[in-house]
């Protein structure tokens, strides 16, 4: 799977947001919050084919977290992802 295109993660407070830029994203009404570790695994995605176990290869590399939380906690965000229509 892929994030789909056309969208900029910006700073808000401690949080995070997706922006809709472009012609592609146009009927995109919705705004996304995201936390730092779904902005951290963004970052590390966009542009890119991955997996959930991808992601969750990126949250133990980077935070305390056991493999089995990790890739559950993948497909969770993955599933919220599909639903706002971020994931092509």
Known sequence: ????????????GSDFILLAEGAEVVN???????NETAAYLWK???GKDFSAEQM????????????????????????K?????IIE
């Open 1 to 12: 799977m892929r994030l789909r295109s056309g969208f900029t993660l910006r700073p808000l």
């Open 28 to 34: 995109f009404n919705k705004m996304l919050t995201l």
């Open 44 to 46: 590390l995605l966009e």
């Open 56 to 79: 969750a290869d990126f949250l133990c590399a980077e935070y305390d977290v056991a493999r089995e939380q990790a890739l559950a906690d993948s497909k969770t965000l993955i599933a």
């Open 81 to 85: 992802w599909q639903e706002a229509g």
